[in-house]
């Protein structure tokens, strides 16, 4: 069972850490050096690695070998970050090849940064191996909420190459939450900040029985502790360039010199969260002397009341991401039960403030969550999911392990089109419906078809069940309302139920597995839906504009038994009729730009027999009833979706 042990593991933009559960508390397993926190940060010389303390030791004298926040850079491309490359601070090495993924210059090697990660993940992996005394090769791994798909495969593909089995991909929000055991309240609200080294973000999350759901993100992912520092930075370097390299540039500085001011202000921004006056007592005698002969020193102080002054700009930019996802979760800070504290920058007396004003804690009689190291509590929560996955203690034992489906769910629509529902790496449990009706008049059967898969066309994905809606009343095409909803319970079981919801005629359908695909075949699929993306979209584009072509044609015919026809002019009809011949040879012709055209100049022509039909309406529903297209009566009754056998998708699409 010790060789199973799966550890969880916060792969950081500035720091990493490993930790797993000990007698039901959650524990961050300590590095070489005895320090539970790894710096991400690499350095390569030669055959020789460093990850770590010893790495960032490095990047005081070493600064081309090393390699930090590659965390920023995880799954994308050059492309994705072409405005951004002034950032950073070392060489990438592709900046001209566009579609590339990116590769960084580290020492005398090339890396990616799911290659730098894997360091950082297989220097965690040695210390829980020789903390525990046995092979460590399974792991739940952290990410930020907003993090894309992209991202995320490339933090497992990270994994991967270090020799993890990565089981989970665990929000850090939600990560956070489970470390202070907010799950074990059966619903509320839960804000948690986010502010660390590089990144800023803050995420709202929904309690139901024991279940976190994410229902609002926002941030700045380049804003964190490291905009702190380069303004204390920028006032020691204008000092020591003024004082000892009068006439010097930034870029003419010694960069060790340069790595030396910033580990001396990131020491003072440290000791300010608890001190009122940090010193600056810089040793710079490798770099010279000064006029008198003596070896150079800076000094300095800067007071609490100086220093917040100096960041209240940068840390001003946090309240608005912060009300803004309040503001897309439809909340008011009043109904946030719990606010929690992430990141190191957190610990700024300042900040905290400004988080008890944006979510009005104080008027509340609240304080936000720090009895947890804020470096440490994303790790901790990871190992309590690690534990979950391991088959639980008696402190997990009740807990519901959250996962994500691997690929997206959907059904098939009029001329072979996969109407998605459930998109990929949807967190579960997850339930989603949307709207649909008939395309043909007295239609009483519906075929469904579930799918699988991120393709367009329903023959390149995988079929995982069909089942028809019989019994739906007759009625004139456009008329049903038939809701399709997929829910995926916590095991991943899939149910799929349809219903009429004028008649109330339902059924449904329960698929075990939902997926039950390898790894291999869930990246086989995802690789073909990148590779056949441009023929699978134009495909698509033909078949959607002949459904919506071929609705219009047969909505014209049923209009011509219309009363309102014979109010048109002779040439208004010839004018809808040579329309109506030049759209229908389009849709011959299969060129989708060509149909859309010839759907325009039709609907261009009948714009004045709609209005008419639509007049005729008005005067008929005065009198109590409503009028077909055919000019007979139906009753009363709205408006319906678009056709289930057309199979346009009414956007009505509910997550619940």
């Not at 470096?375 to 929560?381: K, N, S, T």
């Amino acid at each position: 069972m010790a060789s199973e042990r799966i550890v969880g593991i916060d792969l950081g933009t500035t720091n990493s850490l490993v930790a797993y559960l000990q007698d039901g508390k959650p524990t961050v397993i300590p590095g070489e050096d005895g320090s539970p926190i790894v710096p991400s940060v690499v350095a390569i010389n030669g055959g020789d690695v460093q990850v770590g303390n010893a790495a960032r030791a490095t990047l005081l004298s070493e600064p081309g070998n090393t390699v930090y926040s590659a965390k920023r850079l995880m799954g994308r491309g050059i492309a994705d970050v072409r405005d951004e490359l002034q950032l950073f601070p070392f060489h990438i090495v592709n900046q001209d090849e566009a579609d590339a993924p990116l590769k960084l210059k580290v020492g005398d090697r090339t890396l990616t940064p799911p290659e730098i990660g894997a360091l950082v993940l297989q220097q965690l992996k040695r210390n829980a191996e020789r903390f525990f005394g046995t092979p460590v090769t399974k792991a739940v791994v952290t990410v930020p909420a907003y993090f894309n798909d992209a991202q995320r495969q490339a933090t497992k593909d990270a994994g991967r190459i270090a020799g993890l089995e990565v089981l989970r991909l665990v929000n850090e929000p939600t990560a956070a939450a489970l470390a202070y055991g907010l799950d074990r309240a059966k619903a509320g609200t839960v804000a948690v900040y986010d502010f660390g080294g590089g990144t800023f973000d803050v995420s709202i999350l929904k309690l139901h029985d024991g279940i976190f759901e994410v229902i609002a993100t926002n941030g700045d992912t380049h804003l964190g502790g490291d905009d702190i520092d380069n303004l204390l930075l920028r006032i020691a370097l204008d000092e020591i360039r003024n004082e000892f390299f009068p006439g010097y540039t930034d870029a003419q500085l010694p960069a060790a010199l340069l790595q030396k001011v910033r580990n001396a202000v990131i020491e003072a921004k440290i000791a300010l969260s608890s001190e009122e006056i940090a010193k600056l007592n810089i040793d710079l005698s490798d770099f010279g002397r000064d006029l008198t002969g003596e070896p150079r020193r800076y000094q300095r102080e800067i007071s609490r009341e100086q220093f917040e002054q100096l960041i209240a700009p940068v840390i001003a930019r946090t309240a608005g991401p912060a009300k803004q996802a309040m503001k897309d979760a439809g909340i008011t800070p009043a109904e946030i039960q719990e606010v929690v504290l992430v990141g190191g920058s957190t610990r700024i007396p300042a900040v905290r403030a400004l988080v008890s004003e944006v979510f009005e804690l104080a008027v509340r009689g609240k304080k936000p969550h720090t009895e947890l190291n804020p470096d440490e509590v994303v790790a901790l929560g990871a190992a309590v999911q690690a534990d979950i996955l391991g088959g639980g203690s008696a402190a997990t034992s009740d807990l519901l392990l959250l996962d994500v489906t691997p690929l997206s769910l959907g059904i098939e629509a009029l001329g072979g089109v996969v109407a998605k529902i459930i998109q990929r790496n949807s967190t579960i449990p997850a339930s989603a419906t949307e709207h649909f009706t008939t395309g043909v008049d007295g239609q009483t059967n519906v075929a469904i078809h579930v799918l699988q898969g991120e393709r367009e066309l329903a023959k390149d994905c995988r079929s995982l069940a069909r089942f028809d809606l019989k019994g739906i009343p007759p009625m004139t095409a456009g008329l049903p309302r038939i809701e399709v909803k997929f829910l995926i319970d916590a095991n991943g079981i899939l149910q799929v139920s349809a219903r009429e919801q004028r008649s109330g005629t339902e059924s449904q359908v329960e698929v075990k597995p939902s997926y039950g695909l390898t790894d291999e075949q869930v990246e086989t699929m995802i690789l073909d839906s990148f590779d056949n993306a441009e023929a699978d979209l134009s495909e698509r584009q033909v078949i959607e504009a002949k459904n919506e072509a071929q609705t219009i044609l047969d909505a014209v015919q049923k209009g011509e038994k219309h009363p309102a026809w014979q109010q048109l002019s002779f040439n208004e009809i010839q004018d809808i009729k040579a329309a109506v011949l030049e759209l229908e040879a389009s849709v011959k012709g299969g060129d989708y730009k060509i149909i859309r055209r010839g759907i325009e100049t039709l609907d261009k022509h009948t714009r004045r027999f709609a209005e008419l039909m639509m007049d005729s309406a008005v005067s008929s529903a005065l009198t109590g009833q409503t009028m077909n297209a055919a000019g007979e009566s139906m009753g009363d009754g709205p408006s319906a979706p678009h056709p289930f056998a057309p199979a346009q998708i009414e956007e009505t699409k509910k997550p619940e």
